[in-house]
């Protein structure tokens, strides 16, 4: 099952804290768990006790203890990414794209060094990864070359190196 995406609220509870990385064209920004009282309204309420005592269509209900979305855990947290790619950064929606794209990929690349380096774990429910400087378009004229795909590569690895790497 995948984890529902970013809402508005939470890109601007993100985006108004510090970021936890910087690089000269990307800001990674940390979107913390809400607090327990702000989840409440999050929980769905309990099932009441007389629905488990009746018989259900696909059989006896006696024995499951497991709720359907409960019994398929993944290993660790299930982190979200949310991206903020303006227009204003990145003129043309294929450069766009590709930034992307090498953001999903760096952040599927880079979790597992990030939760073993054991600085954000279950607290954290996402990351917000923001272009903040355009690329200059005089050394990138193709909006979607090799020679800009690897430079968003190289950038994007540096700024999960960061926070993946051993405290400064």
């Known amino acids: 099952m995948r984890a529902p995406s970013l809402k508005s609220a939470d ?3 993100s985006l108004g804290t510090r970021p936890v990385a910087r690089t000269a064209h990307f800001s990674l920004h940390v979107l913390l768990r809400p607090e327990p009282a702000q989840a409440q309204s999050l ?3 309990p ?3 007389s629905m488990h005592a009746g018989e259900l269509s696909t059989g006896s ?3 499951v203890s497991l709720l359907v979305d409960d019994s398929v855990m993944a290993e660790g947290p299930r982190w979200r990414l949310g991206l903020v790619l303006p227009k204003k950064q990145a003129r043309r929606s294929v450069t766009r794209s590709l930034m992307r794209h090498q953001a999903r990929e ?3 690349r ?3 060094q990030v939760l073993a380096a054991g600085r954000h774990g279950p607290e954290v429910d996402g990351w917000v990864v923001r272009l903040r400087a355009p690329f200059d378009r005089k050394l990138f004229p193709s909006a979607a070359s090799e020679a800009l795909s690897a430079a968003v590569r190289q950038e994007l690895d540096e700024l999960w190196a ?6 400064a």
């Open 11 to 13: 890109f601007q509870r």
């Open 43 to 45: 929980v769905p309420e």
């Open 47 to 49: 099932v009441p006790a």
């Open 61 to 63: 209900a006696e024995g």
């Open 106 to 108: 760096a952040f599927r």
């Open 110 to 112: 880079h979790a597992p």
């Open 162 to 167: 960061r926070l993946g790497g051993p405290r």
